[in-house]
């Protein structure tokens, strides 16, 4: 069975900066494409940022330039760099598999999802 675990979350004042990661287990990630996704209370999840098997990558308007995702193959890991980080970021962060490995999307469906990571963006 395909599982995620997610780390790298905790609170951060305004303008600082976290590093999330997406660690795979039990299957290859090189095989999916992976995305990001935040949900805040009360909201609707959001998609963040994709990254397909090749390395290209997708990010949402709100996040473009701020936020990095990438992928260590090696480590069967994805990373999503957060820098700039603002209040209304503050949400629970997943990270989701799907395939094909090579197409990355910020509007398709997702099949395997991670527990999520928390994100508290305070001073």
């Known amino acids: 069975q395909l599982q995620f675990v997610e780390s790298g979350g905790g609170l951060v004042q305004p303008g600082g900066s976290l590093r999330l990661s997406c660690a795979a287990s039990g299957f290859t990630l090189d095989d999916y494409a992976i995305g990001w996704f935040r949900q805040a209370p009360g909201k609707e999840r959001e998609a963040v940022s994709c990254?397909?098997?090749?390395?290209?990558?997708v990010y949402s308007d709100s996040v473009k330039g701020r936020f990095t995702i990438s992928r260590d193959n090696a480590k069967n890991t994805v990373h999503l760099q957060m820098n700039s980080l603002k209040p209304e970021e503050t949400a629970v962060y997943y990270c989701?598999?799907?395939?094909?490995?090579?197409?990355?999307?910020?509007?398709?469906?997702?099949?395997?999802w991670g527990q999520g990571t928390q994100v508290t963006v305070s001073s």
């Open positions: 989701a598999a799907r395939i094909p490995a090579t197409v990355c999307s910020l509007t398709r469906q997702y099949d395997y």
């Open positions: 990254i397909t098997r090749g390395g290209n990558t």
